[in-house]
Each structure stands twice: as structure tokens, then as C-alpha cells.
């Protein structure tokens, strides 16, 4: 079940699962749409190195490491946002740090990420296969944004870049580990 925007603000207040910063408490306003809430772009930007090698491997640390190793990291300002050229593709994370704890007795949630109809029709992918933030899930949510248009495309940080659509998972999942828990970089945890 997809829950509305005053159900996401009633869960807020219960402490259900946590958005820091808060969203606000007017779920008519912005950053809430009816069955979503939107997510703002953090101002920290991974740029993978085009002088890749020719094949990943990421039986060696997995992909944070390797990020580490084979991109360069951009802060961007509203003086200086990151221009995405067409083709191109960067990873950055949310402003916001979600959390959907299995520490209580329920109910649990888990969520989407999906892309803005507005950035899309700029030929904007903010996400590719990786849409899902699994119940137990606490950290900021990395993007994985790609230039599919015809033009440059500015990035700024605090700009609405993705949407959240939260769903009740039914029953208590059994918490699995993850390499991405508590992130707070694009690329992961080392």
C-alpha cells in the first residue's frame, strides 16, 4: 500500500520512520505531492573517471572502494553547480537522511525512488535499477543520474531531484546486512 501525503506526515509524527531534515507539517505544500515526497540533491557529486580499465571487478572491496579509487569528487554551490553534459553520468546523494527502523513493533516501511516528470522530459534519469530503500534502511540515498538529452543540464544542490513513494511492507522483515547502511557519500561506506 502506497501511502498518501497526510498518511507519510501522520507516520512522520509517529515516528513510524524518520526524514531528516523534516519535510515540514503542511502535507498540501511542497516538498509533498499526493502519494510522494520529494528529495533535494546534496551538494556532493561523484564523477566516475573516463579513463577507466576496460572491465569492473568488484571482488576487491566492493564498489565503494572502487569509487574511491576511479572517480573524482565535486562540491558544488549555487555559485558553481555541476554541469551534466549529455551522455554523461554522475553519481550524488540526497540532502535528506531517511531512516525505516525494525526496532519497534510495526508497522515497517520501505520505499521508492523515482525520478521528477520534470527532469525527465529534460532527458534526466536520477535512477536506473536501483530504485528500492529496503526496510532497516538508515542513511542518505545516492542517485544515480544520467544526461539521456540533448543539452547540458545544470545540476544545483538543494534543487528537487528525485521523489519518495513509502509503502507498508507487511510483517517484521529480518534485518540483512548491507554495504550501503548509514551512508552519507555517494559512493557508500569504505
Same mark, same amino acid.
Given at each position: ?39 533535494? =540533491? !546534496? +551538494? ?13 571487478? /568488484?571482488?576487491?572491496? %566492493? $564498489? ?37 527502523? =525494525? !526496532? +519497534? ?13 520534470? /527532469?525527465?522530459?529534460? %532527458? $534526466? ?66
Amino acid at each position: 500500500m502506497i501511502l498518501s501525503n497526510i498518511e507519510i506526515l501522520n507516520c512522520l509524527e509517529a515516528g513510524h520512520f524518520k526524514i531528516d531534515p523534516s519535510p515540514g507539517a503542511d502535507p498540501g505544500k511542497s516538498p509533498f505531492n499526493t502519494s510522494a515526497i520529494d528529495l533535494h =540533491l !546534496s +551538494n556532493q557529486i561523484i564523477v566516475p573517471k573516463t579513463d577507466q580499465p576496460v572491465s569492473v571487478d /568488484l571482488s576487491e572491496g %566492493g $564498489i565503494a572502494k572502487y569509487l574511491a579509487n576511479n572517480s573524482d569528487a565535486h562540491s558544488i554551490t549555487d555559485h558553481q553547480p555541476y554541469q551534466l553534459s549529455r551522455h554523461e553520468f554522475v553519481l550524488a546523494n540526497t540532502v535528506e537522511r531517511v531512516s525505516f527502523s =525494525l !526496532s +519497534n513493533d510495526g508497522p515497517f516501511f520501505a520505499a521508492r525512488v523515482e525520478g521528477r516528470s520534470s /527532469l525527465a522530459r529534460c %532527458g $534526466i534519469l536520477v535512477h536506473f535499477t536501483a530504485p528500492v530503500i529496503h526496510a532497516g534502511f538508515e542513511g542518505t540515498i545516492t542517485l544515480e543520474i544520467t544526461n539521456l538529452g540533448f543539452a547540458t543540464f545544470t545540476l544545483r544542490p538543494g534543487m528537487a531531484i528525485c521523489q519518495l513513494v513509502i509503502e507498508e511492507v507487511k510483517g517484521k522483515p529480518m534485518m540483512a546486512s548491507s554495504q550501503f547502511q548509514g551512508q552519507s557519500s555517494p559512493a557508500g561506506n569504505i
